[in-house]
């Protein structure tokens, strides 16, 4: 076990696939023709964008490929989607969003209030649900937009972005709605076709291609203005001479990530559900934050009462465990997580909390690993703490 | 992730003197659930006051049990005198410097200790007891916020931050402790008028000048030139628009002299030549 990488942070990001590794190789030194170039070459090359186009369409459930846009990130899909249909609608001033939103959303959103825009952030219970009534409740003549996150990247929690799709429409057709699926991708299937959501966002890197590539859905009908203002590439609503080895990655990601749904779905929740089932069997102060019947099969978020992330983070990365902390003290704000806040998670457990998420190349041994030094730390950093007395009266209860 | 010295690394893999003391001579407390940090420190005192042992319980991060082990490898040994004399950026400077994010951690413990002498001089009540709490998110009290801002020199709003939480969760109070970072830097900047050199002061009423004075009357299409500076007398003479305004003795008293009375000195007196 010397040295070893025991990898449960893929929601933050994935190994690229060795598979999605080997289709891009040839579009560096060999096909770098320009897709755009009327020589065969360039050609050669254009094909391979169109079937990577194909292949993400086919992941979303896409009507057309037309519909695919590509991007550099989620963070460039998300501003796409919310500042485009903002500055295509420019006489409406209201959004409609979640307070659990990824930071790529939030911080946009922040900055269109100094805009003069109105922002409704809907709330969460307890699970990190949705109150659907609080939804159409919000919905105003007003409203320009609303973008609800599909799976919570903290949590993993699932949310009724179909139905609220639909709520929406319902209400007044002409209102977008946008989903950032980023953490949901590769981890519930998707037919989006078959759904009101008028814009969609993916990031290749959780999904085992390379970071710095990404993919926007947008319905056909949707009017959207030049993201990028320049060439034709993207239809023109992304200039610039494509990604082409990205963008086969991605396209080869989203093929391997359609194939692996079933075992995603099974193996890797058995995985999970085998982490977190053993850990809150042996350590006592241990707590699920989030729903458990509604959640993506790769994570799980769990409160350690009365010890800090931060301290467990460390330990755990001592013993080659690579997880992420609720809290995000770990990622220079001093700021307890956002989400489990909304959540109403208490303090003994909110500035505690850690997520382990897990990916189609963790292997059992790695979970039982985990399951066999997770205690001993926990156990450690307990004695560290100075709420002895909460502890005992925790283990008691057990 | 954070830069840690090997010496932070050390303490928070292995902390020492961890646990809980049987009768202790003080105990110490500081922070708290909420903040997401919270330090217990226990001491015993000899008859001659002499620290004989220290022990400390945690909660949280890596560098806030560093701080507390450490501390508690400092206190041994000495008296209780000289333990009131150690400050936070002994702490820090201990464990071979901190993070500035993570600078509030050696506060806590500095806090702590603080606590835990109050305690054994049978001071029923620290001394945050009555004070005003500023931030109301990570409970931090002016005094600690005035003495962490004088202490270690800090002149903005990110660096109280990092050193004491203040300002940020919420970010509710950020106005009121700018109020404070901006009050006590006039307040120093005051008081060290009389020791300055003339080239310090002339620099300093020229920032003044460049920062609070010129741009204002820019706006009125005027402007300003500083002459000369003969101990608390300020030569100056006003251009543009200002040199033929009838209300130049006005500008001059009420706007220029204030200025510089409020940010330097308010021995300053401001001539027009």
């Not at chain 1, 992941?59 to 037309?66: R, S, W």
């Not at chain 2, 009768?23 to 001659?48: Q, R, T, Y």
């Not at chain 2, 806590?108 to 109050?118: R, W």
């Not at chain 2, 962490?148 to 109070?173: F, I, P």
Request: charged share 25%; proline share 3%.
């Amino acid at each position: 076990m010397e040295n070893r990488v025991v990898y449960l942070d893929n929601n933050a990001t994935t190994m690229v696939d060795p598979l999605v590794f080997e289709e891009m190789k040839p579009y560096f030194c060999d096909l770098y023709g320009n897709p755009s170039s009327m020589h065969e070459f360039g050609g050669h090359v254009m094909k391979a964008v169109n079937k990577a186009r194909e292949q993400v369409k086919e992941f979303l459930g896409a009507k057309d490929a037309k519909e695919i846009i590509f991007t550099a990130s989620g963070s460039e899909g998300d501003n796409m989607a919310i500042r485009g249909v903002l500055e295509a609608n420019k006489n409406k001033k209201h959004i409609i969003t979640t307070k659990i939103e990824h930071p790529a959303v939030l911080n946009v959103y922040k900055y269109l209030e100094k805009q003069g825009y109105e922002v409704t952030y809907l709330d969460v219970d307890s699970q990190g649900n949705l109150d659907l009534n609080q939804l159409s409740e919000s919905i105003t003549e007003d409203t320009a937009l609303v973008s609800i996150m599909y799976a919570n990247n903290e949590t993993g929690v699932i949310l009724p972005v179909e139905k609220a799709a639909k709520i929406v429409k319902q209400k007044n057709p002409k209102i977008k709605f946008h989903t950032d699926a980023v953490q949901a991708a590769g981890k519930i299937p998707f037919d989006v076709k078959n759904t009101e959501i008028d814009l969609m966002t993916i990031a290749g890197h959780k999904i085992h291609a390379p970071k710095g590539i990404g993919a926007l859905y947008v319905k056909t009908g949707t009017l959207l203005p030049a993201f990028v203002i320049g060439g034709h590439q993207e239809r023109g609503k992304r200039a610039g001479t494509e990604n082409v080895p990205y963008i086969v990655g991605l396209g080869k990601a989203c093929e391997l990530a359609q194939k692996s749904m079933e075992f995603e779905l099974n193996e890797v929740k058995r995985l999970r559900d085998k982490l977190e089932n053993g850990i809150l069997k042996t350590i006592y102060n241990a707590k699920i934050n989030g729903s458990t019947t509604n959640r993506v099969p790769n994570t799980t978020n769990i409160g350690f009462q009365y010890i800090e992330g931060e301290l467990i983070l460390l330990h755990l990365s001592d013993l080659g465990i690579c997880a992420s902390s609720g809290s995000a003290c770990t990622s220079g704000s001093l700021e307890p997580s956002h989400v489990l806040k909304s959540m109403g998670v208490p303090f003994e457990s909110l500035h505690g909390s850690i997520r382990f998420s897990l990916s189609r190349f963790t292997t059992e041994e790695e979970i039982d690993y985990t399951l066999k030094v997770l205690p001993e730390v926990i156990f450690k950093l307990n004695n560290i703490s100075p709420y002895q007395r909460e502890l005992k009266a925790l283990k008691e209860k057990c | 992730m954070w830069e840690y010295t090997e010496t932070v690394m050390d303490h928070y893999k292995n902390p020492r003197n961890v646990g809980e003391m049987e009768n202790p001579s003080a105990i110490g407390e500081a922070g708290s659930l909420v903040c997401g940090d919270a330090l217990k420190l226990f001491l015993k005192v000899d008859e001659k006051g002499v620290i004989t042992d220290a022990k400390f319980q945690t909660f949280g991060c890596g560098s806030a049990v560093a701080s507390s082990s450490i501390l508690t490898e400092m206190l041994k040994g000495k008296t209780i005198e000289e333990a009131q004399k150690i400050t936070n950026q002994d702490i820090a400077d201990a464990l071979g410097g901190l993070p500035p994010e993570k600078m509030h951690c050696s506060v806590m413990g500095h806090e702590a200790l603080e606590s835990a002498i109050a305690n054994y001089k049978g001071e029923d009540c620290d001394t945050h007891c009555d004070e005003k709490i500023i931030c109301k998110c990570y409970h931090v009290t002016e005094n600690t916020l005035r003495e962490a801002v004088e202490q270690n020199n800090l002149s903005d709003l990110e660096d109280v931050m990092n050193y004491t939480k203040a300002g940020g969760a919420c970010g509710q109070c950020h106005v009121a402790v700018q109020k404070i970072i901006d009050e006590l830097k006039n307040k120093k900047e005051k008081v060290d008028i009389k020791n300055m050199s003339i080239t310090q002061l002339v620099l300093k009423i020229n920032n003044v000048i460049e920062k609070y004075i010129s741009n204002e009357l820019r706006k009125d299409g005027g402007d300003i030139e500083l002459i000369d500076v003969k101990e608390n007398k300020v030569y100056v003479t006003l251009k543009g628009m200002c040199k033929s305004c009838k209300f130049s003795s006005n500008t001059l008293k009420n706007f220029v002299e204030a200025s510089l009375k409020e940010h330097i000195s308010p021995d300053i007196e401001v001539v027009e030549v």
